[in-house]
Nanobody
Framework: QVQLVESGGGLVQAGGSLRLSCAAS????????MGWFRQAPGKEREFVAG???????IYADSVKGRFTISRVNAKNTVYLQMSSLTPEDTAVYYC??????????????????WGQGTQVTVSS
């Protein structure tokens, strides 16, 4: 069993930056693909970014060039650095872990463990 705890959300003005963190429990974290998803009010949960155990990353087109996902396996932590934020980035952001694949997918059903989410609000 893996537990994921997100932190770093908050209120930021448009054009600003935030860094989200996801701390994972469990000794097998290093072998898991990790992902960030978000869900805005009234919308479905959507993929944001994913990272393999070795650091290879993928991004949604909507965040490419603005967001950066990274991980420090020694700290069991995944990060999402967000910059040039817009009000459209307002959502609850979730961290997720895929125990079965070393490379991240873009679909929420591919992930086995989820954090509780952290709210990001971008004001105009």
């Amino acid at each position: 069993q893996v537990q994921l705890v997100e932190s770093g959300g908050g209120l930021v003005q448009a054009g600003g930056s935030l860094r989200l963190s996801c701390a994972a429990s469990g000794r097998t974290f290093n072998s898991y693909a990790m992902g960030w998803f978000r869900q805005a009010p009234g919308k479905e949960r959507e993929f944001v970014a994913g990272i393999s155990w070795s650091g290879a990353s993928i991004y949604a087109d909507s965040v490419k060039g603005r967001f950066t996902i990274s991980r420090v396996n020694a700290k069991n932590t995944v990060y999402l650095q967000m910059s040039s934020l817009t009000p459209e980035d307002t959502a609850v952001y979730y961290c997720a872990a895929d125990r079965d694949e070393p490379y991240p997918g873009r679909n929420s059903y591919e992930y086995d463990y989820w954090g509780q989410g952290t709210q990001v609000t971008v004001s105009s």
